[in-house]
């Protein structure tokens, strides 16, 4: 996995410089930002690598018994609790959450089958799912820190935190500068985001939010929600699907696979009747199976899994 996207450009080898990117990091801080309400919560209290780990996606398989080692696809995880950049980039996610929220977003997934249910379903009608691949991972670092920044100082969507220059340098700081460990070999991640950062749902959502000023606004489609990289749209039957092939080659990076009538969507399977009524129950995911208390996954994962 690290090999790929080392291919792909999104991981690089590195040298340890982790004491010399805490004291660069301290001064900066306190340059720039040591009058801020937030400076506190800011600093860095404690320095360590980030780790890098996977969970497998075993809820893609039909059944337990389907699962199989060729076909098993791996999450990338770098967990960054503890790094130097981590309190800030918990303060700067708090803070740019506005910038990912829009009105296709769905803020709890058991408001979905309301949702649908307020949408009357046409006979030339039908229901899509769009499923962005590696959403976190695909990322465009340098696209979305673009249009934060328009969002905050031509957009005035948020009140500026600092100067302009200052607050892009604070950015990539925080999403290209963070050094992770694997089997003993330090890397950088210098494009896209990981799970495991504080700053990667929120990125996630700004860029695809502006997709979405970009194409599915002047596209007006009849229902269209999305949940983080899951999106459900209703759309005419028997002609081709324009957002579907518009939001594909939006960017290099941006993939998406899709599903006609899907029998379930997040939490919720979808009932259909012949006459067209949908019904609604919660989703039971048999397929999600535990990590193995031996897997490289953070022991406080591992016991959240048994408090839970």
Known sequence: MIDQGILQGKYRHCQDTILKD????QSFLYRHFKDHPKYQDMRP??????????????????????INIT?????????????????????????LKPIAQNQFVISDTQKFPQLLKEVILE???EDVSYD????????????????????????NKLKPMCKENIFKKLLFKLTTECIFTVN????????????????????????????????????SPKFYKRYVDDIYVRRKKGISDQLFESINKYHPNLKLTIET????FLDTDIIREENGTLFFKV???????????????????????ILG
């Open 132 to 155: 962005v691949e590696s959403l976190f991972t695909s990322i465009p670092v340098k696209d979305t820190v673009e249009f934060i920044l328009d969002q905050i100082y031509k957009k």
């Open 22 to 25: 805490l004291k660069s990091f």
């Open 45 to 66: 209290i404690t320095n360590q690598t980030g780790r890098f780990f996977a969970t497998s996606k075993t809820h893609k398989f039909r059944s337990l018994d389907d």
């Open 261 to 264: 009538n899907p029998s379930k």
């Open 283 to 305: 989703h039971d995911n048999e397929n999600k199976i535990p990590f193995h208390w031996s897997s490289a996954v953070p022991k406080r994962y591992k016991r959240n899994i």
């Open 71 to 95: 076909d098993l696809k791996l999450r990338p995880i770098i967990d960054q609790t503890g790094t130097c950049y981590y309190n800030a980039g918990k303060v700067i996610a708090e803070y």
């Open 184 to 219: 003993d070999t330090l890397f950088k991640q210098t494009d896209g985001v990981s799970m495991g950062g504080p700053l990667s749902v929120v990125l996630s959502g700004c860029f695809m939010t502006k997709m979405e000023m970009d194409l599915v606004v002047p596209s």
């Open 123 to 125: 006979e030339d009608e």
